[in-house]
């Protein structure tokens, strides 16, 4: 009996230990280098990390912003890569850059992309070929361009002011002048090298134009209430190019959300991690929830009824 007892204390020891030595499931850790701080692209942060959560995918997040500088954000995905991240998420172009530059073969989904080709982070946007894939925020400008007019017929001449290096303002400026024509509209435009340079190039810029339109600019977006702040004083209609610009003073979007598209990049990485879907075969996404949104209190401002 007392061999009997041993032998059954023996083997639950054994088992014990074994179980103790049992490889533990690791939590997924996601990396996040965010190019810079502004509402739109904190507000895709936002919306990634809660759709996460919605979705029930425990992750370890690990976050850093890069303050707007590309060398800072290129050391952060470097970083990233040496933590082995098992997917990197990257928010904005110069982001989505840095993160590739690294030649990692981790997933990166990129999001606040305007243009994924121009910007050679895929080779095209129905296949991206390569180890990223993401969501673009690009914008019906067309739809966007008709406003102006449905505000104000006598509407001749807008305005852009945008960043000189920033590929996601010079795709839009391009979309705009291709597109304006057939809205009766001209344009005038005005680049700014550095985010110092707008008070001066907006007041030069209000006097030659009727109305102003603001691309999703990260410099613009940055100084968004600044830009706003001139144009009601100036009593001048502005079109914004996504929701964030119209919470920070612009007049009216018809355009999409960042949180939005931040939670519609977290249902990507879901099918990436959880569901083992091959990212270089994924379609870049496009924003799929455009809404009108106006700025009330501006509206007011500038003694205009907006349905």
Do not use: W
Request: hydrophobic content about 40%; glycine content about 6%; proline content about 3%.
């Amino acid at each position: 009996m007392k061999k009997l007892i041993i032998a059954i204390l023996i083997l639950s020891l054994l088992t014990a230990c074994g179980g103790a030595n049992e490889p533990k499931e690791e939590k997924l850790k996601i990396g996040v280098v965010q190019l810079m701080e502004h509402l739109a692209l904190d507000d895709c942060y936002k919306g990634f990390e809660e759709e996460l959560e919605n979705l029930g995918i425990e992750c370890e997040i690990i976050y850093k912003n890069a303050q707007g500088d590309i060398a800072t954000a290129r050391t952060i995905s470097e970083k990233l890569v040496q933590d082995e991240v098992d997917l990197i998420f990257a928010i904005a172009t110069g982001a989505a850059e840095a993160a590739v530059s690294t030649g990692t073969d981790i997933p990166i989904l990129f999001s606040a992309v305007t243009d994924p080709i121009e910007a050679h982070l895929v080779e095209s946007l129905e296949e991206p070929g390569a180890n990223c894939s993401g969501t673009s925020d690009a914008a019906d400008v067309l739809a966007q361009l008709k406003i102006f007019k449905e505000l104000d017929p006598e509407i001749e001449t807008i305005g852009i002011i945008y960043s000189s290096d920033e590929i996601n303002s010079l795709v839009q400026v391009e979309e705009v002048e291709k597109y304006a024509p057939e809205c009766g509209l001209k344009v005038e435009t005005s680049a700014i090298a550095n985010i110092s340079d707008l008070p001066q190039i907006a007041q030069s810029l209000v006097k030659k134009v009727d109305a102003l339109y603001i691309p999703s600019d990260n410099k613009i977006a940055g100084s968004i209430s600044l830009l706003a702040d001139i144009l009601i004083k100036e009593k001048m209609i502005s079109v914004c190019a996504e929701e964030s610009q119209v919470t920070g003073g612009g007049l009216i979007t018809n355009g999409i959300s960042y949180y939005d598209l931040g939670a519609q990049t977290a249902k990507m990485a879901k099918r990436v991690l959880v569901d083992g879907e091959d990212i270089s075969k994924m379609p870049v996404e496009k924003g799929d929830n455009p809404r009108k949104v106006v700025n009330e209190e501006t509206m007011k401002a500038l003694d205009l009824e907006i349905e």
